[in-house]
Structures are given as C-alpha cells and as structure tokens.
C-alpha cells in the first residue's frame, strides 16, 4: 500500500514514521510512504503558498494553485481517493482504518495555517476525516495517525498476524487487562486464572473484563455490542444454520441491518456479503424492504452486493426484485467440539508469494465452479501443506471467515493431505476462540465425507449465495 502525503513540512513526516513498525514495514517494502513538498509547487517567486482569507477573518488560508498541481503531480489523471484531515471531518475510527487499509494507494492532504481554499477541497478531495474534537496546528500529525492505524492492518506488516484481530474495537469491545512477568509486582499479582493453563476459563476471564470496561468506559459500543451478542444468542438456535452470521457478528466483522428476533440481516465488511436469515416470507419482505432503503442511502454500496441466504423464499425474492443471479447451494459445516485435531502431515505453513502455480490451479477450480473469488490478492490467508519440501496442496481462510479453497494436487491425493489441512486450520481458529465452519458445495460428496469424517456437523438447510447486479 502506497500513502502520498502532501504536505507543507515532508521532514516532519518522513522523519516520525521511520522508526518502530511502520518504519519496518517500509523497510520490506510492505508500504511505501511518499511526502509531497506542496511549497514546491507554488508559482510564487518568494515561495509563498498561503494568503490573506476573502472576506476578512484571523489567519492566512493555504492558495488552491500549489495544492492543485501537487495533487496532480502525485495522480496524474488518475483519480485517487484522496483525505483532507480536518477537524470538520467525520471521525477517524477503527472501521475506517480497515476500509482504508484496502486500498492500494492513499492521498493525505494536510492543512496549515486557518486551512485551505475550499475550491481546490471541492475538486480532488473524497473524504473529510477529522482525529478528534480538537484543534491542531497542522494535518501531519493528523496523517501519521492515519497511516500508523492502517499500515498495521497491511498484512505482513505486524509479526503475529493475531494481534490485530484480539485488539480494542473489532468487536465494539475494548481490550481486557494484560499482564507480562514478574508475577508479583509492587505486591500484587498477576490473576490466577492467566496461570492455569486452562484456554476456556482464560478467554471466559478475558471477556468478562473486556466486558466490564467497555461498559464502564464506553457505554456507545457497549450498546452497539449487547445488540450484536442478543442476535447471536437468537441465532444459536440454529447453530449450524446460522454459524456464518454468528462468526461474523462475534469476531466483529459485520454489521446489524436488521434484527427482529431471528430475523437478523448483516453486512459482512470484509468480503462486501449480504447475510440473511428470516423465519417466515413476511419477515423476509421486511428484511428487503429494509435492505432497499441501506442500499439507497449507501449505507450497503450496491456495488458490493452479494448474497447469503438461509431461505428457498429469501433467494426466490432477490431474484425476482433485485436481479441478484443464484450461483450455488451450500451445506454448512461446523466444527463445535473445542478439542484441537491430530495433524498428520507436519509441515504446513501459511504462504505468501510461494506456490503461484499452485494458486492459479486453484483460481481454475474456482472459476470452473463459478464461485468465489477470481483475484487471489483479495483472498484470505492461504496455508500450503508440503510433502518432502514441495507445495501439495494448500486450504484458505476466506475473506468472509469460513474455510475453504481446499486443494491437492493430482499426485499428492489420498494420503490424507486434505484432512491434515483442514485439521490444522480448524485447530488454528479454535486457539483464537473461534467456532471453525465452511460451506460446502450441495454436491461434492468426497468434500462432505471429510467434514464427517473430521467430525464436523453438517447444517440441514441449504445455504444460497447470489451475486448482486454490480458485482
Ligand atoms: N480553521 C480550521 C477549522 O476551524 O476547521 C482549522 C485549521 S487547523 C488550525 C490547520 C490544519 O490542521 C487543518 O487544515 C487540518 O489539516 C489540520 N487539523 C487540525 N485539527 C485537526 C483534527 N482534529 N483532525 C485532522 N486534522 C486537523
């Protein structure tokens, strides 16, 4: 991922993000920072780029001119979106680092002086974003905020790849106290329970503290997490149903659109799915009813749409008013014990750049079905299993959260490559307290054995997915 800062003070930026993380991860070329000197655009023969504001008022505002051209000089033709830090923006958030973290290249533009004229603001800015309800004298500092939040989320960029999914806001909870050696410190001690040993009790601990100090200290998520943990346990009914929506809403992936009792319609951000479940067909009329008004307002981009229906009604309804095109019958699979799976096949490894061949078979498979995602860049992690040194076969972890993309090579099956790969997925996923699902094709019979055979259980609905019109 690419930032462009323009700015009126490079050094300043250059300078504070070469150390630590971020520093690092320019270093492996995992982001590239680029600060634009706005003053070196200026036509003015003394190097001014600011004037007196039309109209009177305290202060000098930043001229259109040197803006405009270090704009274009950074995009060319190309329209990039681009942010004006300011405190009259929207605020900067977790969510919005995530948003932003998919792009590939980024333009900060950071004010000085009262601001900027707000003529070159209307021309190349797409998005007004603000760090807080305070004033600053400059919108550098305002951007290292923004690129430190999103580089972080650039795969690669942090060591342990967890971290960034147990930390503060994924899931409008805030983190839960931590503790590192030496176990007694000024009299006191580290909880017992972090000592036991026990996962369960550890995460049972974990988030009743997160719990506790979301609700003392920020009442808004707190809400917005009670709403969230109410359909979850309304979804629970139906465990293997409903275990995509349930993933997604607990590991504070998707957003509430609707929810009345089971009824419950989310947005998954991540992979831009629509997800829902409705009990009856009124309730589903409401549902897209609903949905049509998210879509209108943006709050859904219609771009983006696809489908996840639990209902034959629901999928009949899309067709019929959306236009959305069915595009496969799934069966759920979930594994719901907690104990981790034997893993036979010892060297698995999540993979990065290796194995290309490999992933374009993959793709074929994928395309052949005509499902899934075709560009493997936007794929979740993926983890190859080798055998004597050589990639045979490799499983992945959707963007949505669900297993899948399971594949081994011609040469390399029925020695138990599959199992080993999906076993060491699912006992991956249980360290992080997930509950391991993935859908499986109606019809692939040697698929469904495995989910069996490794134990988990099948859903006894099917699941749709259609694709949206744009998408
Ligand atoms: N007159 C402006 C106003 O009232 O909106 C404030 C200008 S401020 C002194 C100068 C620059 O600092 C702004 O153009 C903006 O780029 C940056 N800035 C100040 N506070 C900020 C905040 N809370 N978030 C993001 N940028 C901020």
Redesign the pocket.
């Known amino acids: 991922m690419k930032f462009h800062v323009l700015t009126l003070f490079p050094d300043m930026v250059l300078g504070a993000l070469s150390a630590s993380v971020v520093g690092r991860a320019i270093e492996k070329g995992l982001i590239g920072v680029e600060a634009v000197d706005i003053r070196g655009f200026t036509l003015e023969k003394h190097g001014r780029v600011d004037d007196y504001p039309y109209g009177g008022g305290a202060g000098m505002l930043m001229q259109a001119q040197p803006v405009y051209d270090a704009y274009r000089h950074v995009c060319g033709d190309r329209k990039l979106r681009t942010v004006?830090?300011?405190?009259?923006?929207k605020p900067f958030s977790q969510k919005m680092a995530e948003e932003f973290s998919k792009e590939e290249e980024l333009v900060l533009l950071?004010?000085?002086?009262?601001?900027?004229d707000e003529r070159v603001l209307e021309e190349v800015v797409t998005d007004f974003?603000?760090?807080?309800d305070?004033?600053?004298?400059?919108?550098e500092l305002?951007a290292m905020v923004m690129i430190d939040a999103i580089s972080r989320l650039v795969p690669g960029v942090l060591n342990n790849e967890e971290s960034a999914e147990a930390e503060s806001f994924h899931n409008d909870l805030l983190e839960y106290p931590q503790y590192t050696r030496p176990y007694l410190w000024h009299g006191k001690a580290v909880p017992q329970v972090l000592l036991s040993g026990n996962h369960r009790d550890v995460a049972a601990w974990r988030l009743a503290r997160s719990e506790e100090r979301t609700r003392d200290a920020r009442p808004d998520l707190f809400k917005r997490y009670c709403k969230k943990k109410q359909a979850i346990e309304d979804l629970s009914r139906r465990k293997r149903e409903h275990i995509h929506i349930m993933e997604a809403l607990k590991r504070g992936k998707a957003e509430l659109l609707f929810q009345d009792g089971a009824n419950i319609m989310v947005y998954h951000r991540e992979c831009g799915v629509i997800l829902m479940t409705a009990q009856d067909p009124a309730s589903g009329e409401e549902m897209l009813e609903a949905l049509r008004k998210d879509l209108s307002k943006g709050k859904v981009p219609f771009k983006a749409a696809w489908y996840v229906v639990s209902q034959d009604f629901l999928a009949l309804r899309l067709q019929e008013t959306f236009q959305a095109r069915p595009c496969g019958t799934f069966l759920q699979a979930c594994y719901t014990r907690r104990e981790p799976l034997p893993v036979r096949h010892k060297d698995i490894r999540r993979l990065s750049g290796e194995g290309p061949l490999f992933l374009a078979k993959w793709e074929e498979a994928w395309k052949r079905d005509g499902i899934g995602p075709t560009d493997l860049s936007k794929a979740g992690a993926l983890y190859g299993a080798y055998l004597d040194g050589h990639l045979a076969g490799l499983i992945g972890q959707g963007k949505d959260g669900g297993m899948g993309f399971l594949y081994v090579e011609e040469g390399s099956r029925r020695q138990g490559v599959a199992s080993s790969l999906e076993a060491y997925l699912i006992n991956r996923q249980l360290d992080w307290g997930w509950t391991p699902y993935c859908q499986v094709p109606a019809g692939n019979v040697p698929a469904l054995a495995l989910q069996e055979k490794l134990g988990l259980y099948l859903s006894g609905g099917m699941l749709q997915w259609l694709r949206g019109v744009d998408s």
């Open positions: 004006y830090l300011t405190p009259q923006g950071c004010g000085h002086y009262e601001g900027i974003v603000s760090i807080g305070y004033v600053l004298t400059g919108g305002a």
